[in-house]
Nanobody, 119 residues
Framework: QVQLVESGGGLVQAGGSLRLSCAAS????????MGWYRQALGKQRELVAR???????TYADSVKGRFTISRDNAKNTVYLQMDSLKPEDTAVYYC?????????????WGQGTQVTVSS
């Protein structure tokens, strides 16, 4: 069974920083596509950042230059470094893993961690 556990969320003032962690078990963060998504109250879930097995990264336009996704293969953990936070970054942040198999793909999600940015 694959499990993802997020941590590092909290309350921070605008302009501050947070680092989110996603600890994976049952699957390798280096062999699968990993992503961070967020969902604000009353809004749809959106992709924030993702990293594929080869190491290439993708970011939403709204966070480019401010957020950085990375992984520590030895710890089987993915991180999201968030700098220059804005109130509009307030959301529940979710870690995602996609396992691709010949018979179909499987999506796994963490429980989410709340990030609140105050003015």
């Amino acid at each position: 069974q694959v499990q993802l556990v997020e941590s590092g969320g909290g309350l921070v003032q605008a302009g501050g920083s947070l680092r989110l962690s996603c600890a994976a078990s049952g699957a390798s963060v280096s062999d699968n596509a990993m992503g961070w998504y967020r969902q604000a109250l009353g809004k749809q879930r959106e992709l924030v950042a993702r990293i594929i097995s080869g190491g290439s990264t993708t970011y939403a336009d709204s966070v480019k230059g401010r957020f950085t996704i990375s992984r520590d293969n030895a710890k089987n953990t993915v991180y999201l470094q968030m700098d220059s936070l804005k109130p509009e970054d307030t959301a529940v942040y979710y870690c995602n893993l996609v396992r691709r198999r010949p018979w179909g793909n499987s999506d796994y999600w963490g429980q989410g961690t709340q990030v609140t940015v105050s003015s």
